[in-house]
């Protein structure tokens, strides 16, 4: 009976555990100039990333601006600038989240920085390939993964295969402007 009563008690202890593992992704949909990509963010392990996203996200933030930065086999980066590559006003920084065990791996999301790792605020950009090298370390940050493209990475591999230049000072920079039109909640119940 005692061995029934501890079971129960375990059982009872880790149910919590185990929801709170099984939490649902958050989904959004980007809708650019070039098609659509699909995101599942992943707030379990970056949930102050992932908060800040969404914050931009629900205020509309990233409408008009571009993929200002595009590397073939690497990434494309954008959320920061618009088609004028003018630099737009930002919430504060936040903290690094790179520790989480997600890797920069082909199609995830992670965020951009400086050199400083607690200085991300909303450009982001999502690998082209498995770069790792982009990971944290013990010794050192790296760029925090918050989610990954579940639909449109044919639309991210269109967007890395853009033509580019050097613009207003900066490399990689589209030469037709890819913009992000939107980027929404998708609800549940679609």
Do not use: C, W
Not at 14 to 37: C, D, F, H, K, Y
Not at 94 to 115: P, V
Not at 128 to 138: F, K, Q, S, T, Y
């Amino acid at each position: 009976m005692k061995k029934v009563s501890i079971f129960v008690i375990l059982l009872t202890l880790l149910l919590p555990i185990q929801a709170v593992a099984q939490e649902p992704s958050v989904q959004i949909r980007m809708i650019t100039s070039q098609g659509n990509i699909e995101l599942a963010l992943d707030p379990v392990n970056a949930p102050v990333t992932v908060e800040n996203f969404l914050a931009y996200v629900d205020s509309g933030f990233y409408e008009g601006l571009t993929f200002h930065r595009v590397i073939p086999n690497f990434m494309i980066q954008g959320g920061g600038l618009d088609v004028e590559l003018k630099k737009q006003d930002t919430r504060s920084a936040i903290i690094n989240e790179s520790a989480n065990g997600l890797s920069n791996r082909r199609g995830t999301i992670a965020m951009a920085r400086t050199n400083d790792p607690d200085s991300a605020t909303s450009q982001f950009f999502i690998n082209v390939a498995n770069n790792e090298n982009l990971d944290g370390h013990p010794l050192r940050a790296g760029y925090t993964v918050f989610g990954e493209v579940t639909a449109g990475l044919d639309v991210v591999f269109g967007i890395a295969r853009v033509p580019t230049r050097s613009r207003g000072g900066l490399q990689n920079v589209p030469i037709t402007p890819v913009i992000i039109e939107k980027v929404e909640r998708i609800l549940p119940t679609e």
